[in-house]
């Protein structure tokens, strides 16, 4: 049962925690938990509550608003003398608020939950934001050494009106800070597919897996935002020039790229196009052999953000360096293999399959090999056949991976889907969190966390974890629209609401783009029914349903969206077929709020008693 509480809700993370990650690698675990140990110290000596931590944030609340000030001054102190955390250059950012929340089994919830976070979001390492609710009820009764400065008015993100924020002076610590991130002016910039000049149309896996390699080294630079794969991949078919990329990804900047390769040598061709004027920022041209392709690409990175005047320190190219094979073989297999992969398809994980193979016989200690054979397992184990040797191939991939190379964030998330597809929720969790603290700008980390968090009932820490991967990958529709559900099956309606209105903005774009993505269509259906555009979600879903009627994961979100809709024989149809194509995991049908209007229906009930588990 929900109850309603006054309480003070203090969100807390680590400024340049990325940077930190990649400049400390296998030290980082153990800075990160004398981090969270002086944290919890001091909150207890507070009577603070942890309710949540995940990577280096911190979601904790106080009955009192004046110990909760007071502890988030101690340990900015702490962080601001001690010399572990003047060494390394630890810096601490965290925003209070003051409001009504739910609380449940699994924690607190609501909106004004979600506004303390993005009171953090907007503080600087050093600072603590406060909210006026909470600058109201301790302004009177602050310590000596404890002062409130009023910054302004301003509109958080998925808030319509401004509010007051307010800043915590602390003597004895630098209180001189830039005015909050509201809307930071980031450079952003979108990595297009490099095209292929050769002759031999398969050499096409180079030029994509040389651009996907810049966007992951890319997306490690502190202040600068990189279009996701799918996005500058999808608008590139569409033979926009730079100006309208611009306009279509929110970038200020465009890579552009051609490459040559014959009798082993390459010649790699990149312009970096400013959108606005449309004029080169800078551009280059390589002539190098297979082998020093990684030198090549680092040499790029490092040209383009001192073209954008961005903070690239030696560290994160050397720790993205070592996640590749020195093998040129290996590496190539690689490259072909995550091209197969990245088809999300049976054939081409059986073909990715392959590559990967083949890059292990070439290199046998490449982790990210093991991980793609684990994915490629998992995938299969989901979408082809359920059955249990495919999932112990995948067990053993993963396990492989990170035994080689314990500090790849990837090989976690690739044991994570494993754990997860066992029904081993708490460990699946363990390790998903774990990939987060090796690297916070891992997508699927968040996003997977998100998912495993949902399904054993997690809602609150859901919600949150889908916000964060959308944070690192703000155009991704799914994050923010699975934030939605969990926020709805809470009760925080309104935020709820507001979540999936950004989301399908999001995914109409990519719809644009990408008018046969399946999952973007059933999704933004989904959406729109709770948004009552009723008509227009089902014109979606059966375009949807036109393209891949045989699907089994889109036959049950089309179920789950028929039963929204209260059209009962239609969602009963689609979960039948789905069942029959290969979905067999219980604990979405069982647990899924979408089929609430369809759980008593003796189909449905018979439905469930066909299932069976078939991860052990």
């Known amino acids: 049962m929900s109850q309603q509480e006054?309480?003070?809700?203090?969100?807390?993370?680590?400024?340049?925690?990325?940077?930190?990650?990649?400049?400390?690698?296998?030290?980082?675990?153990?800075?990160?938990?004398?981090?969270?140990?002086?944290?919890?110290e001091t909150i207890k000596k507070y009577n603070g509550q942890e309710v949540d931590t995940a990577g280096d944030g911190f979601f904790i609340t106080f009955q009192d608003a004046k110990q909760a000030v007071s502890a988030a001054a101690e340990i900015q102190k702490k962080f601001y003398t001690e010399s572990w955390a003047k060494k390394i250059g630890l810096k601490v950012r965290m925003g209070l608020h003051t409001g009504i929340a739910l609380s449940s089994k699994t924690g607190y919830t609501g909106v004004e939950v979600h506004f303390a976070s993005r009171i953090c979001n907007a503080a600087f390492g050093g600072q603590v934001l406060l909210s006026k609710a909470t600058q109201e009820i301790i302004k009177d009764i602050l310590p000596n050494e404890l002062q409130i400065k009023k910054l302004g008015s301003y509109v958080l993100k998925d808030f319509d009106e401004p509010v007051e924020i307010f800043q915590l002076n602390i003597t004895g610590i630098i209180n001189d800070h830039n005015k909050p991130r509201i809307d930071p002016?980031?450079?952003?910039?979108?990595?297009?597919?490099?095209l292929n000049m050769s002759n031999d149309a398969e050499n096409e896996y180079l030029g994509n897996g040389i651009a996907e390699e810049i966007i992951i080294a890319l997306g490690k630079v502190q202040g600068l935002r990189v279009a996701s794969r799918s996005s500058s991949f999808s608008i590139k078919k569409e033979g926009f020039n730079a100006k309208q990329i611009g306009q279509k990804l929110n970038v200020n900047s465009v890579l552009e790229g051609r490459v040559k390769s014959s009798n082993g040598n390459t010649r790699i061709s990149v312009e970096l196009v400013d959108t606005k004027s449309g004029l080169n920022i800078w551009s280059g041209q390589y002539d190098s052999k297979k082998e020093d392709l990684l030198e090549t690409q680092k040499d790029i990175t490092r040209k383009i953000t001192e073209s954008l005047e961005c903070n690239l320190i030696p560290e994160q190219l050397d720790s993205l360096n070592k996640r590749q094979s020195k093998n040129a073989e290996?590496?190539?297999?690689?490259?072909?293999?995550?091209?197969?992969?990245?088809?999300?398809?049976?054939?081409?994980?059986?073909?990715?399959?392959?590559?990967?193979?083949?890059?292990?016989?070439?290199?046998?200690?490449?982790?990210?090999?093991?991980?793609?054979?684990?994915?490629?397992?998992?995938?299969?184990?989901?979408?082809?056949?359920?059955?249990?040797?495919?999932?112990?191939?995948?067990?053993?991939?993963?396990?492989?991976?990170?035994?080689?190379?314990?500090?790849?964030?990837?090989?976690?998330?690739?044991?994570?889907?494993?754990?997860?597809l066992r029904q081993k929720f708490p460990e699946a969790e363990k390790l998903f969190l774990y990939a987060i603290e090796r690297d916070p700008t891992l997508f699927l980390g968040w996003y997977h966390y998100g998912r495993t968090c949902f399904v054993v009932g997690k809602l609150d820490k859901a919600a949150r974890a889908f916000e964060q991967a959308n944070r690192v990958e703000p155009e991704d529709y799914q994050s923010i629209l699975l934030a939605a559900q969990a926020y709805d099956d809470i009760g925080s309606k309104d935020l709820a609401k507001t979540l999936r209105q950004r989301g399908v903005a999001i995914a109409e774009k990519w719809i644009e783009?990408?008018?046969?993505?399946?999952?973007?269509?059933?999704?933004?259906?989904?959406?729109?029914?709770?948004?009552?555009?009723?008509?227009?979600?089902?014109?979606?879903?059966?375009?949807?349903?036109?393209?891949?009627?045989?699907?089994?994961?889109?036959?049950?979100?089309?179920?789950?969206?028929?039963?929204?809709?209260?059209?009962?024989?239609?969602?009963?149809?689609?979960?039948?077929?789905?069942?029959?194509?290969?979905?067999?995991?219980?604990?979405?049908?069982?647990?899924?709020?979408?089929?609430?209007?369809?759980?008593?229906?003796?189909?449905?009930?018979?439905?469930?008693?066909?299932?069976?588990?078939?991860?052990q």
């Not at 809700?9 to 002086?38: C, G, M, N, W």
């Not at 293999?337 to 200690?365: P, V, W």
């Not at 089994?552 to 028929?562: D, R, V």
């Open 513 to 615: 783009l990408n008018p046969g993505d399946t999952r973007a269509l059933y999704l933004t259906s989904n959406a729109l029914v709770f948004l009552d555009q009723k008509d227009k979600s089902k014109k979606l879903l059966q375009r949807a349903l036109l393209i891949e009627p045989e699907d089994s994961m889109l036959l049950y979100n089309a179920g789950c969206i028929y039963a929204l809709l209260e059209m009962k024989n239609e969602a009963l149809n689609c979960l039948e077929r789905s069942y029959q194509k290969g979905l067999t995991l219980r604990g979405w049908y069982e647990n899924d709020s979408n089929l609430e209007s369809i759980r008593n229906e003796p189909r449905f009930i018979e439905l469930l008693a066909q299932l069976k588990d078939y991860s």
């Open 185 to 194: 002016d980031e450079k952003k910039i979108a990595v297009l597919p490099f």
């Open 330 to 420: 290996a590496y190539d297999y690689y490259l072909r293999g995550r091209r197969f992969y990245l088809q999300f398809s049976t054939r081409g994980s059986e073909l990715a399959l392959q590559m990967f193979d083949k890059a292990i016989e070439s290199d046998k200690n490449y982790a990210l090999a093991y991980a793609g054979i684990a994915d490629c397992y998992s995938y299969q184990f989901q979408h082809k056949s359920r059955l249990k040797e495919t999932l112990e191939k995948a067990d053993k991939a993963s396990e492989k991976a990170i035994k080689l190379d314990p500090n790849l964030a990837e090989g976690y998330v690739s044991r994570g889907i494993v754990m997860s």
């Open 6 to 40: 006054i309480i003070t809700f203090l969100f807390s993370d680590i400024e340049h925690s990325t940077r930190l990650a990649q400049q400390h690698l296998e030290k980082y675990p153990e800075l990160l938990e004398h981090h969270r140990s002086v944290i919890r």
